[in-house]
Antibody
Framework: EVQLVESGGGLVQPGGSLRLSCAGS????????MHWVRQVPGEGLVWVAR????????NYDDSVKGRFTISRDNARNTVDLQMNSLRVDDTAVYFC????????????WGQGTLVAVSS | QTVVTQEPSFSVSPGGTVTLTCGLS?????????PNWCQQISGQSPRTLIY???TRASGVPDRFSGSILGNKAALTITGAQADDESDYFC??????????FGGGTKLTVL
């Protein structure tokens, strides 16, 4: 059974940093694309970033480019999202999502971790 | 900026059939956008129903189906049930390696 467990959320001041982590199990982690998707409670889903299985190819939404960095450690089966220069509008629940192998479909979702940016 | 469009709301009678659509503000949706459909019941994490236009995710009943209808992606629910009442989001893959979600459709079963 695939499991994705996010951690690292919390309250941070505007301009601050936070690092989210997602631990994957139940599949060959290094074979799969991984994504981060966020959602302001009560609103829609917003794709944030993806990283290929080998960790080399990454892509970002324009709203986070230059501020967020996605990375993975295939030895530990984790994918991280380093978030810098946080803004109030980054406040959201952040979901870790397992993709496909060749194609980065959005396949299986974690339970999410809440990031609140506020002074 | 590419905008993915969905009906804000839809209603269907129990046992009925409903088709939700997913379009682009400019241009047509094709299989190269690998349309992805997710269901989110209130208070829960999203669950993927359909990926790559028409492939059902593991465990998804066959009353959920995906297709391309005209210039849009479509999710059809056949024989709607009360527990299908939820939000449905589509996501499209864009050239450049990014994904964009639509605003979601709130489906009411009544």
């Amino acid at each position: 059974e695939v499991q994705l467990v996010e951690s690292g959320g919390g309250l941070v001041q505007p301009g601050g940093s936070l690092r989210l982590s997602c631990a994957g199990s139940g599949f060959i982690f290094s074979d799969y694309w991984m994504h981060w998707v966020r959602q302001v409670p009560g609103e829609g889903l917003v794709w944030v970033a993806r990283v290929k299985g080998d960790g080399i190819e990454v892509n970002y939404d324009d709203s986070v480019k230059g501020r967020f960095t996605i990375s993975r450690d295939n030895a530990r089966n984790t994918v991280d999202l380093q978030m810098n220069s946080l803004r109030v509008d980054d406040t959201a629940v952040y979901f870790c999502v397992k993709g496909g192998t060749t194609y980065s479909y959005l396949l299986e979702w974690g339970q999410g971790t809440l990031v609140a940016v506020s002074s | 900026q590419t905008v993915v469009t969905q009906e804000p709301s839809f209603s269907v009678s129990p046992g009925g059939t409903v088709t939700l659509t997913c379009g682009l503000s400019s241009g047509s949706v094709s299989t190269r956008n690998y349309p992805n459909w997710c269901q989110q019941i209130s208070g829960q994490s999203p669950r993927t129903l359909i990926y790559n236009t028409n492939t059902r995710a593991s465990g998804v009943p066959d009353r959920f189906s995906g297709s391309i209808l005209g210039n849009k992606a479509a999710l059809t629910i056949t024989g709607a049930q009360a527990d299908d009442e939820s939000d449905y989001f589509c996501a499209l893959y864009m050239r450049g390696g990014t994904w964009v979600f639509g605003g979601g459709t709130k489906l009411t079963v009544l």
